[in-house]
């Protein structure tokens, strides 16, 4: 069964990124169509798939994360505005039948994403 994950490890201070809003979006004739909405829990990750089964399809597809209000909350000294903010991943499914997991790995600099297992 197919499904898309994710989690968020904070490189920054060498832990899981815990309480970091995540929202998925499908993107059809170029607008965002709102999937779910979460919080990562203590280990960085979603308590369940964001997306799984038959509601899966193939596709594109963005996953927002706001790493900028989750450094900020740590006490993190940053410049006004955040340098990084919201983040936004693209991806593409091909197959709805597999596991898409995409995680971001994040400092408040700079960020980086693979397509995980």
Not at 73 to 94: A, C, Y
Not at 106 to 116: D, F, H, L, N
Request: hydrophobic content about 35%; glycine content about 12%.
């Amino acid at each position: 069964m197919g499904r898309i994950t994710t989690h968020v490890l904070d490189t920054a201070h060498g832990k899981p990124g815990q309480g970091i809003a995540v929202q998925l979006y499908q993107v059809k004739d170029g607008q965002r169509l709102a999937l779910r909405s979460v919080l990562t829990n203590a280990d960085g990750r979603c308590d369940q798939p964001l997306l799984e089964g038959d509601s899966m399809s193939a596709g594109i597809y963005e996953l927002d994360f706001d790493i900028g209000s989750y450094f900020t909350k740590l006490g993190v000294k940053l410049p006004e505005p955040n340098f990084l903010g919201v983040v936004t991943l693209r991806f593409g499914v091909s197959d709805a039948a597999q596991h898409y997991h995409v995680p971001l790995v994040a400092t408040p600099w700079s960020y980086s994403t693979y397509r995980g297992s």
